[in-house]
Structures are given as C-alpha cells and as structure tokens.
C-alpha cells in the first residue's frame, strides 16, 4: 500500500514537472512555429486594458466597444496566464508576415452615447490597451485629453515590426496621435478605425529579441541605484562583522575561560552560565512552533528556486504567467521539505503531537493567503476586473493542492519523524523555570525587534524600492544577480544581529529566547509592509480596487518574509546556543 502511494506521488511529479517545463520554456530559435514565409497569418491576440497608474485594475479589451470580429475565439490559457489576468482573444487586424499595409481600414462603427461614456471614461483615466503578436507584448494608449480637457479617442494605429530572414524580431504599437476623433461630449457619432502595418529588416537574432524589455533595468541610472544599494548593504555587514568580533573574542571568550576555571568569583559576571537548566527547555506552544519553522523553510526553498529559474533563463520579462505558474507548483512540491523540517524538529523534544504541528504547516501560510485571496476575488468579481480568478481555475487549483502538496507535506512528515533524531542538549533542563531578573529597556523584546527589523530593512530599502516598482509599476527588473545577492546579504545580516542579540539576552538571565529570536528576524517584513504603505502613498495608484489588491498581496509577501527571515534567525541563534553550551563545562 505505502509503495502504491509512493509511486502514484512519483508519477505526479514527474507529470507535474513534464508540464512546469511546457509552460515555462522560452520560444527556442528553432521552434517552428516563430518561423514563416510573406504572407503567412501571424497570430495577434489583444488581450486586456486599464488604467495606466493601476496595474492590478485591469479589464477584458472588448469591455470596451473596440472594433471586433464577428466570432472572437479566446485563447486557452495557461493556469498562470490566468493568475495574471491575462485574457488573449482573436482581434480584427490582420498583420500578415511582411505585408506592409498603410490606411487600412478596421471597422466602422457607429457608437451611442454610453458606448461613446465608456471610452471618455477611459481616456480620463489613462488607459492602455495590450496585445501579444508572435507573443511579443505590445502596448498603445486609447486616447488624449488636451490642453482645452477636450477628450480625443485615438482612431489609428501604426504597427511597426522588424524581422530577420523569416522571424520575427520587435514590434511596436503607435496610436496615431493626428487621427483622432473628439468624445467630449455624449453624443452618438460614426467612427472609422484604421491601422497601418510597416516592416523594416534588422540584424538582430531571434534569441535576443526579449532583450529589448530589460534595457531600462541596464540604464546607467539603474545601474548605479542597485550598485549603491549592494554596497550599502556591504558596509552594513562590515560593521556587523565588526561588532560581532569585539563581542565574541573579547566578551565571550573571557566568559566561556572563566566558566571552564571554575572561578566562582568571576563566575557570578557570566550571566548566561546561571540559566544552563533553562535555556534548552522548548517553547511554549511546540506544534505551533515547529509548524513556523516547517513553513518558513518550504518558502525559503520556494524563494532559492525562483532565483534558480531567473539565473537560467526561464522566468524573463513578459513570458506570461510563468512567474505565477512557477510559485503554485514549486510551491507545492517544496511541501515534502516542510513536513520533513516540522517533523523532524518536533520529535527533538517529544514524540507525541507531530501530526498536529504538520497539519498546522499545511495551513500556517495558505490559510491567511486563501482568505486574502477569497477577499480580494470578490473585489475583483464586482469590479469586473480580470484579475478576478474563475470558478473553474479555483476549483483546479484546490484539486492540484489536494492531490499533489497535502500528499507530499504527509510524506515529508512521515520520513521527518521515522529519521528525526532526539535532541541531545549539552545541559540537563531543570523541572522549573528560573525567575527572570528585571530588564532595562533596551534589553527587553521591543527594542531588540525594532532593532534586528530596522538595520536589515535599512540595507535592502533601495533594492527594495525597485522591486516594489516592478511589482507595482512598469519598471522591468531583470538583474536577478543583483537581487539574488541582496537576499543574501539580508541572510547574513538577520543572522549576525540574531546570535549577537540572543548572546545579549542570555547574558542577561533571560533563557526565553526561542520565540525571541523567530520575531526577531521576522521583524524586517513589518518594516517592509511599512514602506510597501509609505510607496502606495508616494505613487499615483488609485482607487478601491487597487488599493485592495496592493495591501493584501504586499501582506502576503510581507508574512512570507517573516517566515523565512523568522526561520533564519532561529537556526542562527538554535546552533550559536548549542555551540556556546558545549565548548563549556556543565556544573
């Protein structure tokens, strides 16, 4: 029985993998289907609009009465072009490869006074419209409002595409801004929609033809923005690294001297001698516990094999929905490390109640996201918005979580606890806990949060501030090196600052440093929710809409840092204890 379980999870995998690979893989210079001879039909889909400042309110294209075919096929989608809100119909342009077109007429259509309302309505908020042609984004904007607020909808557009031998290279969109037609008013009006088409050749590769979309990232400007960014943050280990060696080679090393002499006299300084029988007794709420270290490992791997992806080519500007794709099923499979970790970590201290702290890893962090999610679907549902998720993709995502992740968290859980070994603490627990002295301000849980949560924040805050401008606007980031390296540099700082504070708390008598030490490398996310709030404030995002979503998702991120840097932390602190207790004698 255990065997056919094992393989049925096998075959998921694989399977599941077999299709991560198809939907994230990259057009190959040799695909055929990027290859064609003048004249072929070249697929165009337009896909959906909005307003420029808000890039969560988005809508379907033909919400808006744009010149349509008379049977609009929509494109089947992937599970992560849903995610995105990407909606790909069949548009009226016919863009045949190397056919140069110039006034072609699209439709002509006569629009009532509400059909002409939702286009001024459009054109007051800047909205855009996108397409995909040989799935290269392209973007023009629907209208203008002038100097006089006289509103002007935008009649034609000019297609630019450049191509080598029989690929397709660039292409741009242009709404012409002397074809226009004057909506101010709500009147019924006739309008003409043209379009022209214009090829040129270039010597560009194939391969090289989404380089175009990260050139904004490899602006000189950028460029020294994220390098000062890793050099701030440089500066800030150093100075970590620095304090860290005054303390432990002039304090603690005195420390751990006079505690192996047996000097009883200068024993009484050593502080964290004193609470040997206490710093090893586990945290209150075990399962609980275990289940925040579990989670936080599954979404540190998640976060590792991102970084994975990006360095190698398959996450790229604009390939849709492979982000999204890449978090659900990595995710997911990322499960049977999450149970490993929480059962494991649970049978150190007891052997009873790990199917409890499993159980709860599976729902620590989905259950804030599915109720997040529930909410701001519904949102998105009364708006009309495409980032609204259908019932068909929730019901599918429920079933590929049930049937994949829960099986996978159960299997990591099992193997967790058949190989988890006991926990071998350097010092003999005392039945009761000692009292802990009074503290001074700056020695208590408070302070020492905001601190480990400020210095951290303060190194990654440019870098941070870019990130929040690709994720909440249209700056294209595609320097995963650079990113991949503040991440690190993050690491390094929460642990340094969590050994060399929990040693601070120890010293001070105070042996409840498990939970501590968690909140302590958690405490950078609220810092980071902080200035996610400070940014939507400074941005000119809009609306109830967007608002929801940008709180709601930079809360999700924001929780999943927590876990992660939270889980950091207690490692650091978890081996710095067991090291220190070790290297003396126990009384």
């Not at 006079?258 to 209150?284: A, C, L």
């Not at 941070?464 to 249209?474: A, D, E, K, P, V």
Request: neutral net charge; glycine residues 6%; contains cysteine.
């Amino acid at each position: 029985m255990r065997k056919s379980w094992l393989l049925l999870i096998l075959c998921i995998v694989v399977s599941t993998n077999h299709q991560l690979r198809f939907s994230l893989g990259s057009p190959s210079p040799i695909d055929h289907r990027y290859k064609y001879n003048v004249g072929d039909h070249v697929p165009l889909y337009v896909n959906k609009v909005g307003p420029l400042h808000n890039p969560s309110e988005t809508y379907q294209y033909y919400d808006l009465p744009f010149c349509r075919p008379d049977n609009v096929e929509w494109k089947k989608e992937t599970l992560g072009e849903v995610l995105n809100g990407d909606r790909l119909a069949t548009a009226s342009y016919e863009l045949k490869f190397r056919v140069n077109k110039i006034g072609e007429t699209l439709c002509e259509k006569t629009f009532n006074g509400d059909e002409v309302a939702k286009f001024r309505s459009a054109v007051a908020n800047d909205f855009y419209f996108q397409m995909y042609y040989d799935d290269l984004p392209l973007w023009a904007f629907v209208g203008k409002i002038d100097d006089e607020l006289k509103y002007y909808l935008f009649t034609h557009v000019q297609f630019d595409v450049l191509y080598n031998d029989n690929q397709i290279i660039e292409v741009h969109a242009f709404s012409h801004p002397h074809h226009v037609v004057d909506i101010t008013q709500d009147n019924a009006i006739s309008i003409r929609f043209t379009y022209s088409v214009l090829w040129n050749v270039t010597s560009a590769q194939f391969g090289t033809r989404m380089d175009r979309y990260s050139r904004a990232s490899s602006l000189p400007t950028h460029q020294h923005i994220h390098w000062f960014s890793f050099i701030n943050s440089l500066v800030i280990i150093v100075l970590l690294m620095g304090m860290l060696t005054l303390l432990f080679i002039r304090r603690l090393k005195n420390d751990m001297g006079r505690y192996s002499n047996g000097d009883e006299e200068e024993d009484k300084e050593v502080g964290w001698k004193y609470i040997h029988g206490d710093v090893f007794r586990y945290p209150q709420n075990l399962s609980l516990f275990s289940a925040f270290l579990g989670t936080g490992t599954q979404l540190l791997i998640l976060v590792c094999c991102l970084f994975l992806l990006a360095f190698v080519g398959v996450l790229y500007p604009y390939s849709r929905g492979a982000l999204y794709t890449s978090l659900v099923f990595i995710y997911m499979l990322a499960s049977v490390f999450a149970g490993y970790a929480t059962a494991s970590f649970h049978k150190q201290f007891t052997e009873s109640g790990w199917v409890t702290s499993v159980l709860l890893t599976g729902i620590l962090y989905v259950g804030p996201l599915f109720v997040t999610v529930s909410i701001l679907n519904t949102i998105a549902i009364s708006y009309g918005a495409t980032a609204a998720l259908p019932f068909g993709t929730i019901i599918v995502i429920i079933l590929v979580y049930t049937i994949l992740a829960i099986p996978l968290l159960a299997l990591g859980g099992q193997l967790g606890y058949r190989f988890g070994s006991e926990f071998q603490a350097p010092c003999a627990t005392k039945r009761y806990p000692r009292e802990i002295p009074p503290l001074a301000w700056y020695q208590k849980a408070p302070f020492q949060i905001f601190l480990t949560g400020f210095l951290p924040f303060s190194a990654i805050a440019l870098e941070l501030h870019q990130l929040y401008s690709s994720l909440w606007g249209y700056k294209i980031y595609t320097l995963p090196s650079i990113l991949s390296a503040m991440f690190v540099i993050l690491v390094m700082i929460t642990a340094m600052l969590s050994i060399g504070l929990t040693y601070i708390q120890l010293s001070v008598e105070d042996h409840e440093w498990w939970w501590r030490s968690t909140m302590r490398g958690g405490s950078t996310a609220i810092f980071m929710f902080a200035y996610g709030i400070y940014f939507y404030a400074k941005s000119n995002m809009s609306g109830f809409l967007q608002l929801s979503f940008f709180i709601g998702y930079n809360a999700c991120m924001c929780y999943a840092f927590f876990l992660i840097l939270g889980t950091i932390s207690f490692r650091a602190s978890f081996i710095f204890v067991r090291h220190i207790y070790h290297a003396v004698k126990s009384e």
